[in-house]
């Protein structure tokens, strides 16, 4: 064998070395750029007291459920009555 000095040592680890460093701080930067982003839509989706804010899409679909909640509920009172009022009736 031979022998190996420090300076060939070093000689071959430090490109290594430099793309290993290069290789964590451009992962790190994409991370932050990412948790960026995120952040950004999240203040989209939740107001800083934590309430969410709703998507237009979203309350959309809601205002049609709720229609169609009233609706029904206006039938099922409408049915309620005509049968307590066929109910009086029969009563008498």
Same mark, same amino acid.
């Given at each position: 064998?031979?022998?190996?000095?420090?300076?060939?040592?070093?000689?071959?680890?430090?490109?290594?070395?430099?793309?290993?460093?290069?290789?964590?701080?451009?992962?790190?930067?994409?991370?932050?750029?990412?948790?960026?982003?995120?952040?950004?839509?999240?203040?989209?989706?939740?107001?800083?007291?934590?309430? !969410? /804010?709703?998507?237009?899409?979203?309350?959309?679909? &809601?205002?049609? %459920?709720? =229609? *169609? !909640? /009233?609706?029904?509920?206006?039938?099922?009172?409408? &049915?309620?009555? %005509?049968? =307590? *009022?066929?109910?009086?009736?029969?009563?008498?």
């Amino acid at each position: 064998m031979k022998n190996f000095d420090l300076a060939t040592l070093l000689a071959g680890i430090i490109p290594v070395m430099l793309a290993a460093m290069w290789w964590v701080i451009s992962n790190v930067n994409e991370l932050r750029g990412d948790i960026q982003l995120l952040q950004a839509n999240m203040m989209m989706l939740v107001d800083p007291p934590g309430q !969410i /804010i709703p998507s237009p899409g979203n309350a959309f679909a &809601r205002q049609e %459920l709720k =229609e *169609e !909640i /009233i609706e029904r509920l206006a039938d099922l009172h409408v &049915r309620l009555r %005509l049968i =307590e *009022e066929s109910n009086a009736h029969k009563g008498q």
